[in-house]
Every structure is written in structure tokens, then in C-alpha cells.
């Protein structure tokens, strides 16, 4: 097992780790959570080298998909960069890319009936307004689950806060920052049910943020 111990804090700057061998020739990824059976839980982030492609295979408890560089394809179609994509529990594809591609991947872990298929092309999507400064673009949300990408402005501090249910971020562009760090593009934090912290940034940044799908703990 990889970082699957919820109760505690994950910190992973993603662009410091060497790339890994898949199964598949010319697909490469970096581990950033998993379990040992196959398949199983699993967070990583995952590199297409040009033409190259993965078998068939099904999503038992679903895929999510961050498509971060480059085209990704299966055969419903092709996403570029800033793509959002949620394949539910037992669909199945075969992936690919043709030019290349880098993606964030999150297999086998939606609830048994988040059945949605979505896809979202972030970059033709308007903004909300948020909190203070921030602009919001909610993706997907199911019972205590919320995806958004959230756009902190220069100088924006937010509120201090604690995060029911778990909070789970990948810095897409930008440094974001708390009183426990500080995080630069491609890292990613995953913090505990009950976890807090007061965030802020120092340049316009840019974030993929995940809450409340992580284990409750009562007692």
C-alpha cells in the first residue's frame, strides 16, 4: 500500500518524482496513492508518450480524469488540456493518445451509484464568483463529494477552515500556500477529515480541489 492511511496528512511535489513503467509500452506514471490489489484504489499521474496506448480495461468503483498536457483519447472521444472526465463504476475503455498526453487519474474510488458520466472542457467554461477574491468552477459533485477548480487572484488570503469529510488538492499552476507550507505547481496534498488550515497565495494560482469523500472517523 501507498498513502492509504486517511487519518494523516500527504504532501507530494509530483514533478520531483522519476517516472515509472506501466504495464503498457510508452505509458508511464508517477504513484501518488494505491493499493495493492489490482485493480484497486489508485491516484497518479499518468504520461502518454506519442502513439501510445493502454489495454481495455474496466473501472470496477470508476476513473476520473484531470487531462493536464497533450490529447488523451478513448473511444468516445479526444480531451485536451484542462479536460474533466468521469468514467462511472463498470464502465471500461481503451485509452490512447496520438500526440501525447499527461494526466491526473483517480481509479476505483466514487460511490456505488455516482453513475455520471461527465465530460467538462474546463477552458470554455465560465467562472463563478467565490469567497472574497476566488472564482469557483464546480465539476462534479454526489452526496458529500465537491470537485472544483478554484482560481485564488494574487495577494488572496482565504479563511481559516476545517475540512469535513477531507480535503484533496493538485496545484494545476501557480504556488499555493498555508501555514504549513508551501506547495508549487504539480503538487499534490491530501488532508484528513477535521484537518484545517489558512490558505493564501503570493501569485495567481490555480487549483484542482476535492472534499468531503474521505473517511469520517467518529469517537
Not at 46 to 64: D, I, L, N, Q, W
Request: hydrophobic share 35%; proline share 6%.
Amino acid at each position: 500500500m501507498l498513502n492509504l492511511d486517511f487519518n494523516k496528512q500527504v504532501v507530494i511535489e509530483a514533478a520531483q518524482m522519476a517516472w515509472m513503467d506501466s504495464p503498457s509500452a510508452g505509458v508511464l506514471r508517477k504513484p501518488l496513492a494505491r493499493s495493492e490489489d489490482e485493480p484497486g484504489h489508485v491516484t497518479s499521474i499518468v504520461k502518454y508518450e506519442k502513439g501510445a496506448s493502454f489495454t481495455a480495461h474496466p473501472h470496477p468503483m470508476g476513473e476520473e480524469i484531470f487531462v493536464l498536457e497533450g490529447i488523451f483519447s478513448d473511444e468516445t472521444g479526444d480531451y485536451g488540456a484542462g479536460t474533466y472526465i468521469r468514467n462511472p463504476p463498470g464502465s471500461r475503455h481503451t485509452p490512447f493518445s496520438k500526440e501525447g498526453c499527461t494526466i491526473f487519474v483517480k481509479l476505483n474510488q466514487f460511490s456505488e451509484h455516482d453513475d455520471q458520466f461527465v465530460r467538462i472542457d474546463t477552458n470554455s467554461t465560465l467562472w463563478r464568483q467565490g469567497i472574497g477574491g476566488l472564482q469557483v468552477m464546480p465539476l462534479h459533485e454526489y452526496e458529500h463529494e465537491h470537485v472544483a477548480l478554484v482560481k485564488w487572484p494574487a495577494k488572496e488570503v482565504f479563511q481559516a477552515h476545517r475540512h469535513f469529510g477531507g480535503e484533496e488538492i493538485l496545484v494545476l499552476s501557480g504556488e499555493f500556500c498555508d501555514e504549513h507550507g508551501r506547495y508549487p505547481k504539480n503538487t499534490w496534498m491530501r488532508s484528513p477529515h477535521l484537518s484545517q488550515h489558512h490558505p493564501f497565495v503570493e501569485e495567481e494560482t490555480v487549483i484542482l480541489v476535492k472534499t468531503g469523500h474521505l473517511p469520517v472517523v467518529i469517537g
